[in-house]
């Protein structure tokens, strides 16, 4: 027998949504953005840890994975524990179990103590990444539904953004200030959280986690909703995470213009999230737009890859594939209560779309850098159009004619 979901943080009561308005969708916006700090951070300090602690780029390529190897294993498992405890008490402790894991990294002053402190730091990030969209899903009202998931989507590329653009600080704190800055801040926030955003524990819930996890698990929507996000993150992260470092190489951009061009790229998807969300509320149909990503994405990724292209030709194109792939996330979380397979299951399906984002973002820069190295970067660019061509046919496959 299923339960009767009571609670605004999981969305029915009496089987309608609460309700909920901007402010409330923007202090959950607010959680992602400061979330999404401690996902720029890492990139962005890398060469001064790497200076002060004497480390290998190996060794210190595992600050930026800690937070993918995290989500990529416990994705479902966090999304099983929102549907649970609830979305706001997972939000809430995941940002001050950010805050633990930035304030102890900042403490600490060998390699393998401050990767375990990302661990950490990961666990919270994920759980925030699971149970924000959910609650957005649960207590926003339905006509701001679109835009309200579109301004979460742009949560990543504003947070990554900020924090890139905020180097400078590391001048006068140092890395080690600047973790302990960052966990001050999350700590305040999830304070703020705590007090300014009304939601209980949901309760009813009669089945044990394991038949929880077999509902989703055994579901054509999760794995499709998955396999699509591994395929966006693949194929962004492949060009994203080498493009100062490509850049700077090509052109003999500094490191800091190489960085700050990135940011203006990463910032241009969080336009396309927006975009998405207007699109949408307009009543463009889902498949279209996500199409259009990444079709954008083939063209784009060859405008920016392919070599002896003039460096204004190819930041151009950067920047236009990152809005076109903005357009991605909007649409696939769009999809989420369509492809759940119970409304009390949004919290899981979510956890498990998270474990394919991040499955993508461990395999797209890995094999990207493999692919570089061997045959040059015009052939990232076709493994690019490769996945992106299979996210289409599995898109147009498997998502529902009408959502």
């Known amino acids: 027998m299923n339960a009767t979901i009571t609670s605004p943080a999981h969305g029915f009561r009496g089987g ?18 400061v979330s999404a700090f401690q996902v720029g951070k890492g990139p962005m300090a890398l060469s001064a840890i790497q200076s002060d602690l004497g480390l290998s780029l190996a060794v210190a390529s595992w600050l930026i994975s800690a937070f993918a190897i995290v989500g990529a294993g416990c994705g479902a498992s966090i999304g099983l524990a929102v549907d649970r405890v609830g979305a706001k008490r997972m939000v809430v402790g995941g940002l001050l179990l950010q805050a633990v894991g930035s304030g102890l990294g900042g403490m600490v002053g060998e390699a393998w103590p401050l ?5 950490v ?25 679109d835009r309200a998931i579109a301004v979460w989507a742009a949560v990543m590329p504003v947070g ?5 653009l905020s180097a400078p600080l590391l001048t006068y704190l140092e890395w080690h200030g600047f973790w302990m800055l960052n966990g001050a801040i999350l700590l305040a926030y999830g304070l703020f959280f705590a007090v300014s955003v009304s939601a209980k524990r949901a309760t009813g819930h009669d089945q044990n986690i394991k038949k929880q996890l077999a509902l989703v698990i055994v579901a054509p929507g999760p794995w499709v909703l998955a396999a699509l996000f591994a395929a966006f993150s693949a194929a962004f992260f492949a060009i994203f995470s ?9 052109f003999g951009l500094s490191q800091n213009l190489a960085s700050t061009v990135a940011a203006v790229c990463i910032a241009a998807s969080g336009m396309g999230n927006l975009v998405a969300g207007a699109l949408l509320s307009a009543g463009r149909h889902p498949l279209q737009l996500l199409t259009a990503g990444f079709l954008a994405m083939i063209a784009f990724g060859f405008g920016v890859l392919t070599a002896g292209l003039a460096s204004l030709f190819v930041a151009g194109c950067a920047v236009l594939f990152s809005f076109m792939a903005g357009l991605i ?21 979510m956890g498990f779309a998270i474990q394919g984002n991040n499955v993508g973002m461990l395999t797209g820069p890995a094999t990207a850098g493999g692919l570089a190295a061997s045959f040059g970067w015009g052939s990232v660019a076709i493994a690019v159009a490769a996945v992106s061509i299979a996210a289409i046919a599995l898109a147009r496959t498997m998502l529902p004619a009408k959502m």
């Open 16 to 33: 309608r949504a609460t309700g909920a308005g901007w402010p409330t969708v923007l202090i959950i916006a607010g959680a992602g953005t």
């Open 115 to 119: 990767i375990l402190s990302r661990v």
């Open 121 to 145: 730091e990961g666990l919270g990030f994920v759980s925030v990444l699971v149970a924000a969209p959910t609650m957005i899903f649960a207590i926003v009202s339905s006509d701001l539904r």
């Open 160 to 164: 990554m953004t900020l924090v890139m």
């Open 242 to 250: 080498f493009l100062p470092t490509f850049l700077a190489e090509q």
């Open 329 to 349: 996330p909007v649409v696939l979380m769009g999809c989420l209560p369509t492809l759940a397979p119970r409304p009390d299951l949004v919290g899981a399906t």
